[in-house]
C-alpha cells in the first residue's frame, strides 16, 4: 500500500513533441505529489509539486494532471527538449509526523534532436 | 543560500571496513532526510532526523547503519562492516523549519563503492 507505480521505464520524444510519465498510488492517505528531475551523478531537483485539492498544476513546460478517484497523477512535459533528456521520478508522502517521500521507479527520458 | 552539500561525493571501502558519510543541508533547515539509491533503482527512504533527535529510522536496516543529527555539525550517516550490497549513491535531503516542510531539497549524494 505504500508503493508508487510508475510507467513508462523509458521513453522516446522527439523534440517539440509531448512526455508522459504516469504514477499511480493505493494510499489515499498520501497527500503531497512531487516530481523529481535526475541528471547522472547528480542529485534529484524538484520540477513541480501537487497536492489532492487540485487537479492540475502548470510551471511553464511542466504540467501535473491529478485524478484523485482514480488514484494517478502524471506529468507531461510540453515542447520536449534534448536538454530535458534524464531520469523523472514521481512520489509521494504523507504530512504529519514524517514527510518521507515513496519513490516510483523512475522513466529515463531522451528526447531526439 | 548554499544548497544541501553531501561530502565525500566518492567513498570507496573494502568490505569490513566502516563508511562515514555527511550532510550540511540548507541555511534554515533543520530537518534532514536520507535516501538510497541502488544501480537502476529509485530512491528509498532510511531515516528522517531533526536536530538531535531521529524521528522515523523505519527504512534503515537493522544492523550496521546508524544516523546522527548533533545539535552542531552536519549529519552523520554510518555505516560499520561495509559489505558488498552497500555500494550505492546515497542522498541527503533536507526541509525548512516553517511551514511547507513536505518540500524536501536534496544534496548531490555519495556513491559507495565497497570493494
Known amino acids: 500500500q505504500q508503493q508508487v507505480k510508475q510507467s513508462p521505464q523509458s521513453l522516446i520524444v522527439q523534440k517539440g513533441g509531448i512526455s508522459i510519465i504516469n504514477c499511480a498510488y493505493e494510499n489515499t492517505a498520501f497527500d503531497y505529489f512531487p516530481w523529481y528531475q535526475q541528471f547522472p551523478g547528480k542529485g534529484p531537483a524538484l520540477l513541480i509539486a501537487?497536492?489532492?485539492?487540485?487537479s492540475e498544476k502548470k510551471e511553464g513546460r511542466f504540467t501535473i494532471s491529478f485524478n484523485k478517484s482514480a488514484k494517478q497523477f502524471s506529468l507531461h512535459i510540453m515542447d520536449s527538449q534534448p536538454g530535458d533528456s534524464a531520469t523523472y521520478f514521481c512520489a509521494a508522502s504523507v504530512g504529519g509526523a514524517t514527510n518521507k517521500l515513496i519513490f516510483g521507479t523512475g522513466t529515463l527520458l531522451a528526447v531526439q534532436p | 543560500n548554499a544548497g544541501v552539500m553531501q561530502n565525500p561525493r566518492h567513498l570507496v571501502r573494502r568490505r569490513g571496513q566502516e563508511a562515514r558519510l555527511r550532510c550540511s543541508p540548507m541555511k534554515g533547515h533543520s530537518h534532514v532526510y536520507w535516501y538510497r539509491q541502488l544501480p537502476e533503482e529509485g530512491l528509498k527512504f532510511m531515516v528522517y532526523l531533526q536536530k538531535e533527535n531521529i524521528i522515523d529510522e523505519s527504512g534503515m536496516p537493522k544492523e550496521r547503519f546508524s544516523a546522527e543529527f548533533p545539535k552542531e555539525g552536519p549529519s552523520i550517516l554510518r555505516i560499520q562492516q561495509v559489505v558488498r550490497g552497500d555500494s550505492a549513491a546515497y542522498f541527503c535531503?533536507?526541509?525548512?523549519?516553517?511551514?511547507?516542510?513536505?518540500?524536501?531539497?536534496f544534496g548531490p549524494g555519495t556513491r559507495l563503492t565497497v570493494l
Open positions: 501537487i497536492r489532492p485539492d487540485v
Open positions: 535531503a533536507s526541509s525548512p523549519d516553517t511551514g511547507g516542510t513536505d518540500t524536501q531539497y
